[in-house]
């Protein structure tokens, strides 16, 4: 080992040296071929003689056999390793059928390959100065190999990697001041008072805003609070290992008798399988029953779309600085030999590789920068009926889809869809009753009297639902979470969502204390449904979804983003805060964790002053939850759609901020995430994108050769380029939308979304009642104000032309510090109070909206367009270029659509210009930003009462959403340079909710630099 | 005449000049010229020129720019103030915003139609509008103007101001379309006053008088404002003064400003170089403790901070 580490290093350094001699030398392969095929030859070497690297060529299937080519533009470079049937060979000509090729642009990247980490390989990646053709999966197995070889020099490697990270960070970011962290925590001691009978729905408690609770009111809580930040979480096996063993032994594409599979029976028969065989876990002092997976807090695993980009990672991902999980060396194993191989040429992208001959619009999507397919992951984005469940239970749902085999006039498909409902309903029922059988022998075990009684109320309520209608409130919260883990073995747990659940478990609640008669006795009960929550918002965080390292620079820090939705009004239009929306909220407020998001809807007519100064008080107190949400606005978006009012009345968010219509409507409402900047960008280079390097889009002119002779003609282009792209990701989410329909139908969905029933038809294949897909859309303020500052200097007022305007943009403009000032300067930008910029961003937002409004989906529906970024602003703005809105290069964009924070020093100019935009065009919802610091001199009531008559007056105008982060730059400087000492502190990036210390630097810092208003 | 003014600056979004969010119209000009005026750029009446350091970047159109070589990096303040004829050409060109006009003319109406744009946050806030500057009374004329248009539209209106100005009119043209007056009372001592102040405190504190007696019988709600300078106005002799006042007329409330060194930065900007009094206690910020003293005192008296 020894003697080939050294070797390797000097072979390393060899080539370091030969790629620095090569530079010049063309086409013709050289020094540099050689040392690579030496090298790949080592790697062929050692796998073919090491028993310890042999055993990894074996899985339960077989060999794994693939390959993977190496090359270079100028093909001074071209290698193949071939793996086939235990033997490994090194080829000097990348042969036709290979699995993948890296292709790298130039000599440099290949050094910079030869000295970085798999990990580190990802920055190549996305940069596109590598560029993957083919499997992806096999890359990944690729790394695997490589990192198998470098052993613990990985390791090493990355741990070096940690400690300096930390080391520079101390340096960078040390700020002067003591006090900042317990400044966040001493905000929990005080509690606003509320006043009694404000608002018409709440009956039962006497101080809504319940102040009399704090967190240390609930050991149990706080018990699994302090473990939700301290617990690693962990690579599950259990799921991928159950169903892959299911599908070896009934067939995938084909059943035992070569027949093909109906995929949606085919599901159904595997997840049956899979929730009669998992393990019933009842964790130690929960008041819920039922697990996500057999892990303390486990990672999803769902091979079939993207889990084997976690390939290359299986031994490391402990040790990766952020976002680490572990993964035992069994469950390493049970991946590598029974789960990856079985899937690494089953799943959504080679689906769509092989049936679509490699589309163009998946090749763009690989190279990261334009848009992002969220079908490659999953769909989920969407959110149950659960009245219904309650109501009916799985038996009373089973009955309706037996009286619609009996009574309906459904041909095959719909009979095996119906039939696949049914299926899995008795699956999840299975797994109730073995959580039944687990609280009973639970219930044998324990010592302690109360948790006895639990135990055995445990086992009361798993024996009856979700079977039968729930009755009381802890019934309907058991039912609601069993339905729910069965809900993410079936889907991905990224961004389904439970719907506004104040309204659907108040009956409950009602019930439950109607039948208590003291004072006393009732506040008892108040204080256990808060617990009961509390405890269903606990368990919500007992899964993560698996990202690859590269998602953490795409994705930082994400959980699976489960939406809650509170308040609002009622189908009927009626003031629908009640009792449990002010019981959630305390939830929110105790525990300030990043899921449940919480979303609240306000209606300014309708919902009470003191409602809303009690979210504003929240937020202050959590310093980031919940989102503010106007009825008025959202009303108003979805009204072009058609939807009946008592529906759209009823909307609950999904995801990040995505309006559903809750349990009647398949939304997918983050389908694509799209880069606006990367059309502008290519309207600017006549279709070139700079950083793919690629003439990809439409020619539409060249500002080089004096092209653009108005303004209208430029933004023409963009709009070209734009809708080039949209169509692009349009066409790529319904290919991916078909292998969805071959790979992943949902039947629990379907039989828990309105319609399907009747229909017969699997939600996957349009059987919603309500059908339609969301996108976001990110760059708007970014391309808008780009667009201002051409229009205004180069046309208007001919300050510059758009010629020099070019030279300085390719250059970053280091070589006219005084164009860049007089672009951040002299123009009236989005969000300066001038109204021909909200004009502008009005204009480019319709572009976008009508673009996708003309287009029907895979399954029938339509698109909506939204305006929100998650942590997209950050990932793309890293790949992007600098732009005329004097942008540098590799910065962030705005997060959302909020204002650049130099177009005014009037915070309400940019309150006033988001609240300008028409909502038509924001059907899928928007981010607002804000970062607000509550004075050291103000009472909680004053700072309370400041933000408060921000959001009112902003809804007043016409806002549509709106988000806070209420926590100063010197706070966060400080989480950076100490994270040991802000492992709870929650910020909230484009849509979503993060712990700050486990982001990614790029998105740490923009977060700092947004513009912070004091209170 | 009464059609324009000069205005330094519309601040909105301010949470610190009255209840509510508000926005600040700053005037230029002021009839007193205190030693640590916080915004010296406001106590000339006349257009100056400002040059911020920071903002440049050293792109030398301004040097092409100017007719008459007035500016240059070899001068501590890059302007040649004496050279200098205030044309603003360089203003113009200069992208960055480093050379800046302190002063522009607005109408009523220009200022007018500026801050009724943010009237949705005064209605949900109990905000409004705050004159200040400089002097807001000073312009009487225009000031009562713009009072009146925004009375008409329902807008809350507070003053700002030192107190030196003809009552008479004052009550004639300002007092019926104002809601609150915050009053600032600096120096007893009248030579002390005159030396920190440029200007004697006999009118002042007569009006002050009249004023509050006047809010005391159904009038205008008057709150004194002391800004507490260290060695100057927070003196044990002052703060004492100050107190014995406002237990004659019966004052309960008034604000205390403490003190901070920004303006010293400004007038950098502007062209001014010595710190007149030569007073080292100016180059810092006001101690806490010494305003908590301060503090104690008036709440000992009865009077709140």
Same mark, same amino acid.
């Given at each position: 080992m020894k003697s080939f580490k050294s070797f390797g290093n000097s072979l390393n350094s060899l080539l370091v040296t030969e790629t620095e001699a090569v530079q010049g030398r063309g086409r013709r392969k050289g020094g540099l071929n050689l040392i690579t095929s030496v090298l790949l030859r080592l790697m062929a070497f050692q796998f073919n003689v090491r028993p310890s690297l042999r055993r990894y060529m074996k899985g339960k299937d077989g060999w794994i056999n693939f390959s993977v080519g190496l090359k270079t533009e100028n093909e001074s470079v071209e290698q193949a390793i071939v793996f086939h049937d235990g033997r490994v060979r090194v080829l000097k000509k990348i042969p036709v059928d290979v699995d993948v090729i890296m292709h790298l642009t130039n000599n440099d990247v290949l050094k910079e390959m030869a000295t970085s980490t798999p990990n580190e390989m990802l920055n190549l990646i996305l940069k596109n100065k590598m560029v993957l053709d083919g499997?992806?999966?096999?890359?990944?197995?690729?790394?695997?190999?490589?990192?198998?070889?470098?052993?613990?020099?990985?390791?090493?490697?990355?741990?070096?990697?940690?400690?300096?990270?930390?080391?520079?960070?101390?340096?960078?970011?040390?700020?002067?001041?003591?006090?900042?962290?317990?400044?966040?925590l001493e905000r929990k001691q005080y509690r606003m008072r509320?006043?009694?009978?404000?608002?018409?729905?709440?009956?039962?408690?006497?101080?809504?805003?319940?102040?009399?609770?704090?967190?240390?009111?609930?050991?149990?809580?706080?018990?699994?609070?302090?473990?939700?930040?301290? &617990?690693?979480?962990?690579?599950?096996?259990?799921?991928p290992q159950l169903m892959t063993d299911w599908y070896r032994a009934n067939g995938f594409e084909t059943d035992a008798d070569g027949q093909p599979w109906n995929p949606e029976l085919r599901q159904a028969y595997a997840l049956n399988y899979l929730l009669e065989n998992r393990q019933p876990i009842i964790r130690e002092n929960d008041l819920l029953a039922g697990t996500t997976t057999a892990k303390e807090v486990g990672v999803t695993i769902f091979p079939d779309a993207t889990a084997t980009q976690i390939w290359g990672e299986l031994h490391s991902m402990e040790n990766r600085v952020l976002n680490p999980c572990s993964c035992s060396k069994e469950s390493a194993r049970i991946l590598h030999e029974e789960v990856f191989p079985y899937w690494m040429h089953r799943n959504i992208r080679e689906y769509t590789r092989h049936h679509h001959d490699y589309p163009l619009c998946q090749k763009i999507d690989e190279r990261f920068v334009a848009y992002f397919v969220w079908k490659s992951v999953g769909i989920s984005h969407t959110i149950p009926n659960f009245k219904r469940l309650l109501e009916k239970g799985t038996l009373g749902i089973i009955g309706d889809i037996e009286y619609e085999l009996?009574?309906?006039?459904?041909?095959?498909?719909?009979?095996?869809?119906?039939?696949?409902?049914?299926?899995?309903?008795?699956?999840?029922? &299975?797994?109730?009753?073995?959580?039944a059988g687990e609280a009973a022998r639970l219930v044998e075990l324990e010592t302690d009297p109360q948790r006895k009684q639990e135990l055995i109320r445990l086992h009361e309520i798993c024996s009856k639902i979700p079977a039968h209608p729930a009755e009381t409130l802890d019934e309907a919260l058991n039912a609601i979470w069993i339905i729910w883990t069965a809900i993410h073995l079936e889907n991905a747990n990224t961004g389904t969502s439970l719907g506004r659940l104040d309204q659907w478990l108040q009956p409950y609640f009602v019930a439950d204390i109607s039948k208590l008669e003291t004072p006393a006795e009732r506040e008892a009960y108040i204080k256990n449904a808060v617990e009961l929550v509390g405890c269903l918002y606990m368990r919500l965080t007992d899964h993560v979804p698996l990202i690859p390292d590269i998602g953490n620079y795409l994705f930082g820090g994400a959980s699976s983003t489960q939406a809650i939705t509170v308040g609002g009004i009622t189908p009927e239009g009626e003031d629908a805060v009640n009792d449990m929306t002010y019981v959630f909220l305390k939830a929110t407020e105790l525990l300030a964790i990043r899921d449940a998001n919480v979303n609240a809807r306000f209606h300014v007519e309708k919902n009470s002053d003191a409602y809303l100064k009690r979210l504003c008080e929240i937020n202050v107190i959590t310093s980031a939850t919940p989102i503010m949400q106007s009825d008025q606005a959202m009303i108003k978006a979805l009204s072009q759609h058609g939807y009946p009012a008592e529906d759209i009345n009823d909307?609950?968010?999904?995801?990040?901020?995505?309006?559903?219509?809750?349990?009647?409507?398949?939304?997918?409402?983050?389908?694509?995430?799209?880069?606006?900047?990367?059309?502008?960008?290519?309207?600017?280079?006549?279709g070139n994108h700079p950083v793919m390097h690629w003439d990809v889009g439409p020619k539409t002119g060249s500002i080089e050769n004096g092209d653009f002779k108005t303004f209208e003609s430029f933004f023409d282009a963009w709009a070209t380029q734009q809708r080039f792209m949209i169509e692009q990701a349009l066409e790529l989410n319904d290919l991916f939308g078909e292998a969805h329909q071959q790979y992943r139908p949902t039947p629990l969905f379907s039989a828990l979304i309105d319609g399907a029933i009747e229909n017969g038809r699997d939600v996957i294949q349009g059987g919603a009642k309500y059908n339609s897909s969301g996108t976001s859309n990110i760059g708007l303020a970014d391309v808008t104000d780009s667009l201002l500052v051409i229009r205004q200097l180069v046309f208007e007022e001919q300050k510059v032309s758009f010629q020099k305007l070019k030279e300085a943009i390719d250059e970053n403009f280091a070589n006219n510090p005084a164009l860049l000032a007089m672009v951040r300067n002299k123009v009236r930008l989005f969000g300066s109070g001038d109204d021909d910029a909200v004009a502008m961003a009005n204009r480019v937002a319709k572009v976008v909206h009508d673009c996708y409004l003309k287009h029907t989906s895979y399954r029938g529906g339509r698109i909506a367009s939204g305006f929100w970024s998650m942590s997209q602003h950050v990932a793309y703005g890293s790949l992007s270029g600098p732009l005329p809105s004097g942008r540098l290069a590799g910065k962030a964009f705005t997060p959302g659509l909020t204002p650049n924070p130099a177009a005014s020093k009037n915070f309400l100019d940019n309150i006033t210009a988001v609240a300008g935009l028409n909502p038509e065009n924001l059907d899928n919802n928007l981010a607002f930003n804000v970062k607000l610091i509550p004075s050291a001199e103000d009472s909680r009531?004053?700072?309370?009462?400041?933000?408060?008559?921000?959001?009112k007056s902003y809804f007043e105008q016409g806002g549509m959403q709106m988000q806070f982060n209420v926590v100063t730059s010197e706070t966060l400087r400080d989480a950076m340079a100490n994270p040991e000492n802000y492992k709870s502190l929650m910020v909230r990036i484009s849509g979503y909710n993060a712990y700050f210390v486990t982001l990614n630097r790029e998105i740490q810092i923009e977060l700092i630099e947004r513009a912070e208003y004091g209170l | 005449m009464s059609d324009s003014t000069l205005i330094l600056e519309i601040k909105g979004n301010s949470l610190d000049d009255g209840p509510g969010?508000?926005?600040?119209?700053?005037?230029?000009? #002021?009839?007193?010229?205190?030693?640590?005026?916080?915004?010296?750029?406001?106590?000339?009446?006349?257009?100056?020129?400002?040059f911020q350091g920071d903002e440049c970047v050293a792109c030398d159109t301004c040097l092409e720019t100017c007719p008459l070589d007035a500016l240059s990096r070899d001068h501590t303040f890059f302007i040649d103030r004496e050279r200098c004829n205030l044309c603003f050409? #360089?203003?113009?060109? #200069?992208?960055?915003?480093?050379?800046?006009?302190?002063? &522009?003319?607005?109408?009523?109406?220009?200022?007018?139609?500026?801050?009724?744009?943010?009237?949705?946050?005064?209605?949900?806030?109990?905000?409004?509008?705050?004159?200040?500057?400089?002097?807001?009374?000073?312009?009487?004329?225009?000031?009562?103007?713009?009072?009146?248009?925004l009375k008409n539209e329902g807008v809350h209106t507070l003053i700002e101001t030192c107190g030196y100005f003809n009552l008479e009119k004052f009550r004639e043209q300002i007092y019926p379309h104002v809601d609150s007056i915050f009053y600032d009372i600096k120096i007893i001592a009248e030579e002390n006053h005159k030396r920190f102040c440029g200007r004697g405190n006999r009118l002042i504190l007569r009006n002050f008088a009249a004023l509050y007696r006047q809010s005391q019988n159904g009038g205008v709600e008057v709150l004194p404002r002391i800004p507490l300078i260290p060695g100057m106005t927070d003196t044990a002799a002052n703060i004492d003064a100050i107190i014995r006042l406002f237990k004659e007329l019966g004052v309960t409330k008034t604000h205390l400003l403490p003190y901070h060194p920004l303006w010293q930065e400004k007038n950098r900007q502007i062209g001014i170089a010595e710190n007149e009094a030569d007073n080292v206690e100016l180059e810092k910020w006001i101690a806490r403790d010494h305003v908590a003293q301060c503090k104690k005192r008036f709440q000992a008296a009865g009077i709140e901070t």
């Open positions: 499997n992806l999966a096999v890359l990944q197995l690729f790394n695997f190999f490589l990192s198998l070889m470098l052993g613990k020099t990985h390791q090493k490697k990355l741990e070096k990697k940690n400690r300096e990270d930390l080391a520079a960070r101390k340096k960078e970011f040390q700020v002067d001041k003591s006090g900042l962290a317990e400044e966040l509320g006043v009694k009978g404000v608002d018409k729905g709440v009956s039962f408690l006497d101080d809504p805003y319940l102040p009399q609770f704090g967190i240390e009111s609930f050991p149990r809580l706080k018990i699994f609070l302090d473990a939700h930040f301290d &617990t690693l979480p962990e690579i599950c096996v259990e799921r009996e009574n309906g006039n459904h041909d095959q498909l719909g009979r095996d869809s119906l039939e696949s409902m049914k299926i899995i309903l008795g699956g999840v029922n &299975t797994y109730a009753a073995n959580l909307w609950a968010a999904t995801g990040c901020v995505e309006p559903t219509l809750q349990g009647q409507h398949y939304s997918h409402t983050a389908c694509i995430l799209l880069n606006m900047v990367a059309s502008m960008e290519m309207a600017l280079n006549n009531e004053q700072t309370v009462e400041h933000m408060f008559s921000y959001v | 969010i508000r926005s600040v119209v700053f005037f230029k000009g #002021c009839p007193l010229s205190c030693l640590w005026c916080h915004n010296p750029e406001s106590k000339r009446s006349g257009v100056e020129i400002s050409e #360089c203003v113009a060109e #200069c992208p960055s915003g480093a050379l800046s006009r302190v002063g &522009t003319e607005m109408s009523v109406d220009e200022v007018v139609d500026k801050v009724l744009k943010d009237k949705p946050f005064y209605d949900t806030s109990g905000g409004g509008v705050t004159f200040s500057g400089g002097e807001p009374v000073l312009p009487l004329e225009f000031l009562a103007q713009v009072l009146a248009r």
